[in-house]
């Protein structure tokens, strides 16, 4: 596993800013609901850029640096790390899909390292879910939440949104979010190390820790204007963080004109017929 802190500062003093804090990792899924819900959460925080994750295992990927008034120089990466101090949360933006056949190696050799390494108190994984796939049970709920400790669901969380349905079987879970869980679990309940390192001078500890706290969750989407679906699922995620929600969202340029920012033209001049 290759991390990589920006300017060039030391990786275990890095790592040590991140110990201990809420990891949100956003799946890549149907209208990339979960990366805009990270853009606002990134913008509005504020969280800043604190390190990289090699991103081999992508699809190539590269833009200019998102901002929200003032443009900044330097390229953004298809994995990169954010940090907010104050609300003591940290943000793996993931701008690219993985690549064919190497989630396996994606898994095990770059995202369970970094979790491992870094000892998050908390790992939060966000997916979207095709709400035309809906099963009838699911048929009332936008969110869908699991964690690993149901009790800490009801008690910690206390979800009384009828919008909420709480997962209690894990088979239950699906896609991308289910096979990062699963990784998790099967690296907590090893007792041999992972072996990588960082920069060629920090070991995984030979111990992992069973203390994660693992949390899914989901929201139902359909394909097209996503922005206010992912205002919702950052609203949810920042609820069962229990961190107080903005006054307002902070949206970055680059969500400027995305889905079309112009009033629909009408009529026989300007309509479907010009």
Not at 23 to 47: E, F, K, R, W, Y
Not at 106 to 125: C, D, H, N, S, T
Not at 240 to 249: D, F, K, M, S, T
Request: aromatic share 8%.
């Amino acid at each position: 596993m290759s991390f990589h802190p920006i300017h060039g500062q030391d990786p275990l003093k890095v790592l040590k800013q991140l110990e201990g804090s809420q990891l949100i990792l956003p799946v890549v899924s149907i209208g990339n609901t979960p990366q805009l819900a990270c853009d606002l959460l990134i913008h509005t925080l504020p969280a800043k850029l604190v390190a990289r994750l090699d991103d081999i295992y992508l699809y190539p990927f590269a833009s200019p640096v998102d901002y929200v008034n003032d443009p900044k120089q330097g390229i953004t990466s298809g994995l990169e790390i954010y940090y907010s101090e104050e609300h003591r949360l940290t943000i793996l933006q993931q701008r690219s899909p993985i690549l064919p056949g190497l989630t396996t190696k994606f898994l095990k050799e770059l995202l369970i390292p970094f979790v491992r390494m870094a000892q998050f108190g908390k790992v939060v994984i966000l997916q979207s879910n095709d709400a035309g796939l809906r099963e009838d049970k699911n048929v009332d709920h936008l969110f869908l939440l699991w964690a690993n400790d149901i009790a800490k669901t009801f008690e910690t969380f206390k979800i009384s949104d009828n919008s909420i349905g709480v997962i209690s079987e894990r088979s239950e879970l699906d896609g991308m979010g289910k096979l990062i869980i699963d990784a998790l679990e099967d690296q907590i309940e090893e007792t041999s190390s992972l072996g990588p390192e960082v920069k060629g001078s920090l070991k995984l500890a030979s111990t992992p820790s069973a203390s994660i706290d693992a949390v899914f969750l989901s929201i139902f989407v359909y394909e097209g204007d996503n922005s206010n679906d992912s205002k919702q699922l950052a609203s949810q995620l920042l609820r069962v963080l229990h961190i107080n929600q903005p006054a307002e969202w902070t949206t970055p340029v680059s969500w400027r004109g995305v889905y079309g920012n112009k009033q629909i033209l009408v009529g026989m001049e300007y309509g479907v017929y010009t």
